[in-house]
């Protein structure tokens, strides 16, 4: 019970506590501890952060997308064999060690979540965005997809079977999204580019090119 | 347990808001945070299991209120406490000190190897896979019900996903046992399996729906049909 | 709906705290909120299915931070807003005023008519007994299974209680039917049941224990042995 | 979500607002605004808080269990027809309209709660007390109710069975405890000062009476 003292909390939409906050001066307190007792490193808690805010570089979770796109004996391998697959490729690391890759088609709508934490295929996808780790997204996912997608503005037919990953152990789930019409003939590097991170949790489809030339 | 953190199902939260800032850390703390809770964890300190746990145990009302990385500094806190690294007085006194001077210096300190140590740890990860000498006792199609079972310990079992019927969707290998890991019983490793529970099953409503969630062998009764 | 007031099961909370001062109210504020609540419901302004379920909507971090008396605050506010009654931007503006000046003067208003009606309503009460035709479906000692529905609205089945068997304790009168009455649809009074539901069933452990739960005709399937 | 703003929580072991909190400024603007509409009157707050506070008077509860105690013909018919024995007494009245009593034996406890928010009998026992309205007790005593009672002190037999009865509708429970040794040839009244609030919610035994003569 040692964080039940009278600290304030300024709860917000999303509960960023303020600068100062308990949990500030608390991680700060944490932090001087461990180095004065020689049991954490200063460069090491950069180094940590640093690789997945600068080092992790564009989400590895495209190429795969894009490559599955294109080749599809590689996606059949892909589905069959995930983690083989992506390791051949180089693509794990921590929160990455097992992964299950799912395809979205046009009967089957795949969408991921952690009800319980926070799960998330950080080496695929990099670290989860605010709202995949808000109780809102957590709660509801599992028990009404089909509004919570309306709210990211995908409005699914019906007829098509909305499945909910609830990641509970350690496997990673990584979604194939439907590809969009209008990329024939577009290069792997090109259909990369196409693919967002959302698309790639399941919250949305990935959109057709502008149109640039019509 | 049957926490706070279990909420799938539950209503009240509001709508998901989406399209704020997409900065991966918004407060430095929130930078040491991470940093912290992932040198100790990569230092065998305490395993995943265990920090999930201690994150459970929050007080709800701080739970709530605290923030993803509240979160973690809580359970790292806890952890270290309980574990006999760091002393709870004395980590009180420091949180004190620095809520009263939040320009009070943290200490520094280098340490290359490990550095080197943590860029391998984030490289390869830890799996939870193990070999063990028996055969799964599910097959993909079999029914199954899950247990209602309502632990004061730590489960990846949630409370909307218990006493329901459902179909195996994949068998995966042996991972080590959050129940028994989380609380110095070992790594227990069972068989993984992906387990489909339609919306029907779950909510009590029609639609074209379903959970896969992950399950061990021993939160799963076989069903004859 | 399956808000943060369904508690039952949940751990977490820490021990019960006695022996603490007993007095009714420990602010002066939290006495007018239960004046000010019961003068409310005592004119029907609102009804008490509506008053909860107000209390169910609170954001969850507020409901497990803002005490007792905080809740009926909060519905009161709520609801005095959705039926048009007050002004929402006008009550905020007044909250901010009072919130800036804690000395400022509530204004008075004396009224010994609504005073006599107020003893009224606490001497009296208000039954939520209803005649019905129709006969109760169950006896004693029935079996029954709770049903599994996840309503987003108000409902008196607790999560913990739902697509459970048990068996008729006890066959009440026919009451108001919190799930209707809640939502204005009206009072759609169905017979109410005291059902009894073992330790064993509830949270899968052997023990002489068994949760006597109050549960309306329509929540209740009747099992066939 | 109109509490949603960015107000301060202190929240302590018992969650009780500080003096001039959010809760407390909440409450003086609605009674405020509704004086201004004629909508309430200070009069008729303060009548209805002074009937709990201080015209209620010794709870009618105890009387009741006294009489059961003493009448074993009295306590037949109130187990039997609750509500129509404690109207014929005049004890009913906002939350107590519809009472059901259960009697406690050498064989069964039983215990009051609300999960769902506090319901308690009021008539019979005046307003609760903080700890039968806050989460840990409204959580823990359906699912641990030998655990919590422990913590009250009352450890019973393993083969004593305990019934919870979750108020979950308008039917409010009162509980007739055992009967102490030592209270033989005790009236009635010097009876009703054994029974406590908490022996009637089921949470203690009341104790025999203090042995002043031996």
């Not at chain 1, 003292?5 to 932090?31: C, F, I, L, M, Q």
């Not at chain 1, 997809?145 to 509970?168: A, H, Q, T, Y």
């Not at chain 2, 993984?192 to 062998?217: F, H, K, M």
């Amino acid at each position: 019970m040692s964080e039940n003292h009278n600290h304030d909390h300024h709860h917000h939409g999303h509960h960023h506590p303020s600068p100062e906050s308990y949990w500030s001066a608390r991680t700060k307190a944490v932090e001087s501890l461990l180095i004065e007792k020689g049991l954490i490193s200063s460069d090491a808690i950069e180094s940590v952060v640093q690789f997945y805010e600068k080092d992790l570089g564009p989400m590895h979770g495209k190429k795969v997308v894009a490559k599955a796109w294109s080749d599809p004996d590689f996606k059949q391998k892909l589905l069959a064999d995930s983690e083989t697959v992506l390791k051949d490729l180089g693509y794990f690391g921590m929160q990455g060690e097992h992964v299950r890759v799912v395809e979205n088609t046009e009967d089957v709508h795949n969408v991921v979540c952690c009800t319980l934490c926070s799960c998330y295929p950080w080496a695929l996808l990099g670290l989860p965005p605010a709202w995949y780790k808000e109780p809102a997204y957590r709660s509801r996912i599992v028990k009404e997809p089909r509004s919570v997608l309306e709210e990211f503005g995908l409005v699914l037919p019906d007829k098509v079977e909305i499945r909910v990953w609830d990641s509970s152990a350690e496997i990673r789930y990584l979604v194939i999204p439907e590809r969009p019409a209008g990329t024939e003939g577009m290069t792997e590097e090109e259909l990369a580019e196409l693919v967002t991170r959302d698309s790639m949790i399941g919250v949305v489809k990935v959109q057709p090119p502008a149109r640039a030339n019509v | 347990m049957n926490g706070i953190h279990d909420v799938g199902g539950m209503d009240g939260f509001g709508k998901v808001v989406t399209g704020e800032d997409e900065v991966l850390f918004h407060e430095d703390w929130e930078r040491r945070a991470f940093g912290l809770l992932n040198g100790a964890l990569g230092q065998g300190f305490f395993n995943l299991d265990e920090m999930r746990h201690g994150i459970e145990r929050m007080n709800p009302a701080d739970y709530l209120t605290s923030g993803y990385y509240g979160h973690w500094t809580a359970t790292l806190a806890k952890l270290l406490v309980e574990k006999g690294m760091i002393d709870e007085s004395e980590l009180d006194r420091r949180t004190q000190a620095y809520q009263k001077e939040s320009n009070k210096e943290i200490p520094r300190r280098e340490n290359p190897e490990l550095v080197e140590h943590m860029k391998q740890v984030v490289k390869f990860g830890a799996s939870t896979v193990r070999e063990i000498s028996a055969q799964p006792k599910f097959g993909i199609g079999s029914r199954v019900k899950t247990i209602n079972h309502n632990p004061s310990g730590h489960t990846r079992l949630p409370r909307y996903a218990r006493g329901k019927y459902g179909i195996i969707n994949a068998v995966y290998d042996a991972h080590v046992f959050p129940d028994a890991h989380a609380h110095g019983k070992g790594e227990s490793p069972e068989y993984l399996y992906s387990v489909r529970l339609t919306a029907d099953e779950l909510w009590g409503v029609n639609g074209q729906e379903a959970v896969y969630i992950d399950l061990w062998e021993s939160y799963l009764i076989p069903v004859n049909e």
